[in-house]
């Protein structure tokens, strides 16, 4: 059963970084698509960014191009989304998502394969 488990959400001031992180577990874990989405309250699901794990090749969303980086820990089977210059509307709930036919779903609202129960970033300014 394919689980996937966040972490590392919280509250910052506008400027801030977090780190989130997700680990996989259940299936097996190369050569599919992993990444982030984010839904903030009345809006949305927006993809933020995605990494191929069997080649490392990212996406990103404009809206987070040159703040946010996605990497992966192959070996723990964990990949981190590092947030740099916080702004009030990153404030979303974080979901890690799982993307077997590749990253478009993830950074768009195509069906996932699987996501995890979200972490909570909230940026105040």
């Known amino acids: 059963q394919v689980q996937l488990v966040e972490s590392g959400g919280g509250s910052v001031q506008a400027g801030g970084s977090l780190r989130l992180s997700c680990v996989a577990s259940g299936y097996t874990y190369s050569s599919n698509c992993m990444g982030w989405f984010r839904q903030a309250p009345g809006k949305e699901r927006e993809g933020v960014a995605a990494?191929?794990?069997?080649?490392?090749?990212?996406v990103y969303a404009d809206s987070v191009k040159g703040r946010f980086t996605i990497s992966q820990d192959n070996a723990k089977k964990t990949v981190y989304l590092q947030m740099n210059s916080l702004k009030p509307g990153d404030t979303a709930m974080y979901y890690c998502a799982l993307d077997r036919q590749g990253c478009l779903s993830i950074m768009s609202t195509g069906v996932l394969d699987a996501w995890g129960q979200g972490t909570l970033v909230t940026v105040s300014s």
């Open positions: 990494i191929y794990t069997g080649g490392g090749s990212t």
